[in-house]
């Protein structure tokens, strides 16, 4: 017998019944007894005999009227058989729905619950590779982001240590080009220090000069004493010139000594005011490299800058 379930149709469920309908009705044939089955045949037997006998004309009218009336009352009686037999047939109908009815809602029961077991079942299955694929994902997440974390700490000592490196080797080569230009600077102070004191020296020269000079009447006056007349004439000249050429000398070395002080004074203004202005630069270009390292910093997650502008000062 074909199984009925939720999903069945109409003709499916037709035919479920008309089984089951055939099944009744073997079944209450086969409640028939031997006995039942012989006296049938029995009573066939005989009638089929009688009709035989009616048949050969032998029979006197009389009989043979009783024999068709008995007849006709035998059609009558299977007529109110066959009635009798469509009830029961209707009752076998409704017998049968009945069954067909709570063999169905049996079916669909079982159905059902065998649909909620393979749901339930689905429902665990689904849950536990929930479970599973969140453990996963909750432990790829941690190695991702320890990785992560790895190497942003490898990137952020990385920039430290280049920052650190290159901050270190401007530092170092500013220090040369400071260390340098000092040195040039003190060469250029020790040489007009030298310049000074050889003016100076110049100064002390022309003054013993100068003293030399003014005692030169005196000389003349103790020089009259002893020739007068004799050496006054040549004296005079010969001191006239000799004066005239210290003068002349005396007058161009004070003029090349102060040309020359003037311009190791212009050289030493010169050497302060360009390392006022490379000063001044170098705290324009470490500002700019703060203001530079802040905005990376910023886009990167955030450094803390130090300033080492009154450092370097």
């Known amino acids: 017998m074909k199984e009925v379930t939720l999903r ?10 008309i089984e089951l309908q055939e099944e009744l009705k073997k079944e209450r044939e086969a409640k028939l007894t031997i006995k039942d089955i012989s006296d049938k045949m029995i009573k066939e037997e005989k009638l089929r005999n009688a009709q035989k006998i009616l048949d050969l004309d032998i029979l006197k009218p009389e009989i043979q009227e009783q024999f068709n009336d008995l007849k006709f009352a035998m ?9 009798i037999q469509g009830v029961t047939d209707i009752l076998i109908d409704s017998e049968a729905i009945i069954m067909a009815k709570n063999k169905i809602i049996k079916d669909l029961e079982i159905d059902e619950l065998n649909l909620r077991e393979s749901i ?46 290159s901050r270190k080797i401007d530092n170092d080569q500013w220090q040369e080009q400071k260390d340098a230009r000092e040195k040039a600077l003190a060469q250029k102070e020790d040489l007009v220090l030298e310049r000074e004191n050889k003016i100076q020296e110049r100064e002390e020269e022309i003054v013993q000069l100068k003293l030399k000079v003014d005692s030169i009447p005196e000389l003349v006056a103790n020089s009259k004493q002893e020739g007068y007349k004799e050496a006054s004439k040549k004296f005079d000249k010969e001191k006239a010139a000799e004066i005239a050429v210290i003068k002349s000398n005396t007058d161009w070395e004070i003029k090349v000594a102060f040309l020359e002080r003037q311009q190791a004074i212009e050289d030493l203004v010169k050497a302060h005011n360009e390392i006022e202005k490379l000063q001044t630069k170098l705290e324009a270009a470490y500002h700019s490299m703060n203001t530079l390292a802040t905005i990376t910093v910023q886009s990167t997650g955030g450094l803390k800058i130090i300033d080492t502008n009154s450092k370097d000062k």
């Open 8 to 17: 069945s149709t109409k003709q499916q469920i037709m035919d479920v019944l």
């Open 120 to 165: 339930e079942k689905n429902i665990s299955k689904l849950n536990q590779e929930y479970e599973d694929k969140k453990a996963k994902l909750e432990s790829e997440y941690i190695i991702k982001k320890n990785k992560l974390e790895t190497e942003l700490r490898h990137e952020m000592d990385n920039y430290n240590y280049e920052t650190s490196r």
């Open 75 to 83: 059609e009558e009686a299977k007529s109110k058989l066959a009635s």
